[in-house]
């Protein structure tokens, strides 16, 4: 599971962006954080700090391991779509070898639209996950191809232009094509009305009863069934098309493994390479069984400094959550940072055994937590350019309860977003009094980073399945709940005394700033991000949303917590701290009850009560006010380059890091240099 961070309400969820390209000065550190601004995006770099001190040989690791990183790419954009690749081929032939007047408004949109396609890998929103709407027109797009060489477009076999085109340009201009990436509406068959590439031919009852009918409710050990595998019907018959070397996107991966073993050559340790040679062993055989000896291989290296993140991980992507997206993860522990995390980690039983969850539903023995605070060397696949700012991982349920788990915060992305959205004017908009103002200014960036410590250190690792519940038993509500019980788990713990007592809150009332935060995103701020008329799909904002509109009903008799209006706007104000405490323990008692039982009925009703509609007239409001401070909602990041240096006998002497890359130089460089896949991927 991962923290997005777009979890944080602060304005470090918000920062400085809007309209057309433009670049950006230097903070007052002399490193542009800023590279660049278009759409709904800002695109922002991060720091590597650290990695000079690493040794040669560390280096060396990271750069391998970066390599096999990068050459995933690919996957993740057909898995978002099944003509991604193919259209993003097309527009970059288009945006390098066009010889029209560049400066005309048709290509200037059409360059906007292919860095949107490059942020989302893909042509739907990221996060909205609605599909794009060209600026540019169709006439000029199908112009543009055909005065194009045609060895440059990505054409099949005796396929012509014009077939292409046909082909494609529906795609990208029909809104009613393809009009979601995934979908999440309750009473619609959720495979059929989604575009991502999870599955061909199938629908939702289909899908379903295939991997109902392979479980055994009495396996304690489950495998995470359909996790790297695309399900098709052929022939009348369901069958899985593996992701593996000899199978789908096996070009990739072949890519990949081959800079695991460079990897697996300079590992720390033993059991560092243990984890990279199971990791291969998996990518060879397709098998989850290697997998889930993969991941417990992983979660019990803790020695190591540098780490990673490569494979098939989260299924957010999939309308079923059961699939999942590729993505990887190159970094070395803060070792200055992580004593916060390793406190929490060390008091883990503590936490688990205080909870205010039903004793049948917590764990006796929290085995194997350990946390972090990691520095992100690269980013990639599903977490590049947009990223998580914490990771908990493996996901599956009888690992984490019998091996434990891994947390981390990436500490220098969580940064990096901090130091660019400080005084951007969205306090000062959306909060109510100087007294919030003034808690947010002393307590935000602390409370915000422990919050997210918690969430993925304890929430996520928390409770437990009862005897014979299956893990998917939520279907496509699971992967809300679970981000609720992880965000519950952190609010309510914010406000224990135990925290002032660790040392890891400086005061009583600092916990105020992210109950304040929190409740003024689910209720109001985070809005921004959805189109007027629009319902809430995406599981982070639904568990958002339902938290902070239960809590909203369930105290309202008390006023705990309020809507009021001032200068004709509407704020948050919340009037009893303790008491909303206390509700957001009743709703982690009622969520671990559900994730611990598997009551889909309950789940399907607490999310659909409280998660998914928007009153459309606070909407508006909202997207009124948010335009007025020329804000962007959503931001990424371009990563630094790595260069392998070798002395004249090939002998590596040095890993040198950069930051001067530009945004589209990055995207075209990494199209060119990391793009191993066929355009059709069957």
Same mark, same amino acid.
């Given at each position: 599971m991962k923290t997005s961070i777009y979890s944080m309400a602060l304005a470090a969820t918000l920062l400085v962006s809007c309209g057309g390209a433009k670049k950006t000065t230097a903070d007052a550190d002399k490193f542009s954080y800023t590279v660049e601004r278009f759409a709904d995006l800002q695109i922002l770099r991060y720091k590597v700090p650290g990695f000079e001190e690493l040794s040669l040989k560390q280096k060396e690791l990271i750069y391998y391991l970066t390599e096999a990183a990068l050459e995933g790419r690919d996957i993740l954009f057909d898995q978002n779509g099944k003509y991604n690749l193919r259209?993003?081929?097309? +527009?970059?032939?288009?945006?390098?070898?066009?010889?029209?007047?560049?400066?005309?408004?048709? @290509?200037?949109?059409?360059?906007?639209?292919?860095?949107?396609?490059?942020?989302?890998?893909?042509?739907?929103?990221?996060?909205?996950?609605?599909? @794009?709407?060209?600026?540019?027109?169709?006439?000029?797009?199908?112009?543009?191809?055909?005065?194009?060489?045609?060895?440059?477009?990505?054409?099949?076999?005796?396929?012509?232009?014009?077939?292409?085109?046909?082909? +494609?340009?529906?795609?990208? @201009?029909?809104?009613?094509?393809?009009?979601?990436?995934?979908?999440?509406?309750?009473?619609?068959?959720?495979?059929?009305?989604?575009?991502?590439?999870?599955?061909?031919?199938?629908t939702q009852s289909e899908a379903e009863a295939y991997y109902d009918a392979l479980k055994d409710p009495k396996d304690e050990t489950p495998i995470s069934y359909g996790l790297n595998s695309r399900l098709v019907k052929k022939d009348g018959k369901l069958q899985e098309h593996t992701w593996k070397v000899g199978g789908l996107y096996s070009a990739a991966i072949e890519k990949m493994v081959y800079w695991l073993k460079k990897a697996e050559g300079v590992a720390e340790n033993d059991q560092q390479k243990a984890v990279i040679a199971q990791l291969i062993r998996f990518y060879e055989t397709g098998d989850l069984k290697d997998f889930d000896d993969y991941a417990i291989l992983w979660v019990k290296d803790l020695d190591s400094r540098i780490d990673f993140v490569n494979g098939f991980t989260e299924t957010y992507g999939d309308p079923l959550g059961m699939k999942a997206s590729w993505e990887s993860l190159v970094n070395f522990k803060d070792v200055e940072a992580t004593q916060r995390a390793e406190l929490i980690s060390r008091n883990a039983q503590w936490f688990e055994d205080h909870s205010p969850v039903d004793k049948v539903y917590k764990k006796e023995q929290v085995k194997g937590v350990s946390a972090k605070v990691i520095t992100a060397a690269i980013l990639a696949g599903d977490l590049y350019p947009a990223t998580a700012i914490g990771i908990n991982l493996p996901n599956a349920n009888w690992i984490r309860a019998q091996h434990g788990s891994k947390s981390v915060t990436i500490g220098n992305i969580t940064d990096a977003y901090n130091k660019a959205s400080h005084g951007n004017g969205f306090n000062e908009e959306f909060v109510y009094s100087e007294v919030e103002k003034k808690l947010i200014d002393s307590y935000g960036d602390l409370t915000g980073d422990l919050h997210t410590d918690l969430h993925e250190c304890l929430g996520h690792g928390s409770g437990k399945l009862l005897p014979g519940v299956d893990p998917d038993a939520l279907k496509a509500y699971g992967a809300t709940v679970e981000e609720a019980r992880a965000d519950l788990f952190g609010l309510y713990y914010m406000a224990d005394p135990k925290l002032v007592e660790l040392k890891l809150l400086p005061d009583e009332n600092a916990y105020k700033a992210e109950y304040y935060t929190f409740l003024m995103n689910g209720l109001m701020t985070q809005l921004v991000r959805i189109q007027p008329g629009g319902i809430i799909e995406e599981a982070h904002m639904r568990n958002r949303q339902l938290i902070a509109r239960w809590v909203f009903e369930k105290g309202a008799a008390d006023r705990v917590v309020e809507l009021v209006k001032k200068d004709g706007k509407t704020y948050v104000v919340v009037n009893d701290y303790q008491k909303l405490r206390q509700l957001f323990g009743d709703l982690l008692s009622e969520i671990q009850r559900i994730k611990s039982t598997g009551d889909l009925k309950a789940a399907r009703l607490l999310v659909e009560e409280y998660a998914v509609k928007v009153d459309p007239a606070l909407h508006r409001e909202i997207l009124d006010r948010f335009a007025k401070l020329n804000l962007a909602?959503?931001?990424? @990041?371009?990563?630094?380059?790595?260069?392998?240096?070798?002395?004249?006998?090939?002998?590596?002497?040095?890993?040198?890091?950069?930051?001067?890359?530009?945004?589209?130089?990055?995207?075209?460089?990494?199209?060119?240099?990391?793009?191993?896949?066929?355009?059709?991927?069957?």
């Open positions: 259209i993003r081929r097309l +527009l970059e032939a288009v945006y390098t070898n066009y010889t029209g007047d560049k400066n005309s408004s048709d @290509f200037k949109a059409m360059e906007i639209y292919l860095k949107r396609v490059w942020f989302s890998n893909g042509i739907h929103h990221h996060y909205g996950a609605e599909k @794009f709407t060209p600026e540019f027109s169709q006439a000029f797009l199908k112009e543009a191809v055909a005065g194009i060489d045609s060895s440059k477009l990505p054409l099949e076999k005796g396929e012509s232009i014009e077939q292409l085109c046909e082909l +494609l340009l529906p795609v990208i @201009f029909d809104p009613k094509v393809m009009p979601k990436r995934v979908n999440q509406a309750d009473g619609e068959d959720l495979i059929l009305t989604s575009a991502c590439n999870y599955y061909d031919g199938v909602p959503y931001k990424g @990041f371009v990563n630094p380059k790595y260069e392998l240096v070798t002395d004249k006998n090939g002998v590596v002497t040095d890993v040198k890091v950069t930051y001067e890359e530009g945004y589209a130089e990055q995207m075209l460089r990494y199209s060119k240099d990391y793009s191993p896949l066929p355009s059709v991927n069957n």
